[in-house]
T-cell receptor, first 113, second 114 residues
Framework: EDQVTQSPEALRLQEGESSSLNCSYT??????LFWYRQDPGKGPEFLFT???AGEEKEKERLKATLTKKESFLHITAPKPEDSATYLC??????????????FGSGTQLTVLP | DAGVIQSPRHEVTEMGQEVTLRCKPI?????LFWYRQTMMRGLELLIY????????DSGMPEDRFSAKMPNASFSTLKIQPSEPRDSAVYFC????????????FGQGTRLTVV
C-alpha cells in the first residue's frame, strides 16, 4: 500500500526565514511525485512534478528535490503570501490504478510579516 | 480555459436526502477524478474515469455513493441517502493523456449533512 508522510504538520516562519518541508514516501514503482499548494477554501494548485532521484525543480522561492525515499520542498526567504497548506502526492508505476494520486496529510505553513 | 468547474460550491442538506455534485473537467482532458477531503483522512480518491468509463471505484465508501460521466464534459457524484458522516469537501480533478501528467483540481463542493 502506498504511503506518504509529511512533516512537520505545521510550520510558522518569520518573513525571510528559509526552511524545508519533508515528504517521505513508500510506493511501488514511483511514477511521479507531485507537490501541490492549497489555500483555505480552494482546491489544490499544482506546483511541481518530480520523476527520478536527484531531480530538482524551482519556481520563484520554492525548490523541490527528490531522493529514493523522500522529497523536500525548500522555501527561500518566504513571504506572507506563501502561507498555505503544501500537499505531497505520489503516483505508482504499476498497471491498473496507476493514475490515482496518494496524498499526504499536508504541512500547514504560516509566514508572519 | 476556465479550469475544472464544480457546482454547487456549498451544499447543506438534511440526513436522508439525495445530494448531487457536479463537475465539468477541462476541455480535452480524458481523465476525471473525484476526491473527498476531511480533516481526519485528508484527500482520498473515490473514483476515476478514463474517456467517460469508470476505471477504479474502490475508494467509493459504500453503495450510497454513485458516480456517472455521461459525456466528456460532465460528471456527477451522487449520495443517496446522505448521512452526517458524509460531510466533507468533495473535489473533482482532471488530467490529460500520459500517466505522468499532473491533475488539475476544481474549487470543491463543501457538503454539510445535518
Amino acid at each position: 500500500e502506498d504511503q506518504v508522510t509529511q512533516s512537520p504538520e505545521a510550520l510558522r516562519l518569520q518573513e525571510g526565514e528559509s526552511s524545508s518541508l519533508n515528504c517521505s514516501y513508500t510506493v511501488s514503482g514511483l511514477r511521479g511525485l507531485f507537490w501541490y499548494r492549497q489555500d483555505p477554501g480552494k482546491g489544490p494548485e499544482f506546483l511541481f512534478t518530480l520523476y527520478s532521484a536527484g531531480e530538482e525543480k524551482e519556481k520563484e522561492r520554492l525548490k523541490a528535490t527528490l531522493t529514493k525515499k523522500e522529497s523536500f520542498l525548500h522555501i527561500t526567504a518566504p513571504k506572507p503570501e506563501d502561507s498555505a497548506t503544501y500537499l505531497c502526492a505520489v503516483r505508482r508505476g504499476t498497471s491498473g490504478s496507476a493514475r490515482q494520486l496518494t496524498f499526504g496529510s499536508g504541512t500547514q505553513l504560516t509566514v508572519l510579516p | 480555459d476556465a479550469g475544472v468547474i464544480q457546482s454547487p460550491r456549498h451544499e447543506v442538506t438534511e440526513m436522508g436526502q439525495e445530494v448531487t455534485l457536479r463537475c465539468k473537467p477541462i476541455s480535452g482532458h480524458d481523465y476525471l477524478f473525484w476526491y473527498r477531503q476531511t480533516m481526519m483522512r485528508g484527500l482520498e480518491l473515490l473514483i476515476y474515469f478514463n474517456n467517460n468509463v469508470p476505471i477504479d471505484d474502490s475508494g467509493m465508501p459504500e453503495d450510497r455513493f454513485s458516480a456517472k460521466m455521461p459525456n466528456a464534459s460532465f460528471s456527477t457524484l451522487k449520495i443517496q441517502p446522505s448521512e452526517p458522516r458524509d460531510s466533507a469537501v468533495y473535489f473533482c480533478a482532471s488530467s490529460k493523456g500520459q500517466a505522468d501528467t499532473e491533475a488539475f483540481f476544481g474549487q470543491g463542493t463543501r457538503l454539510t449533512v445535518v
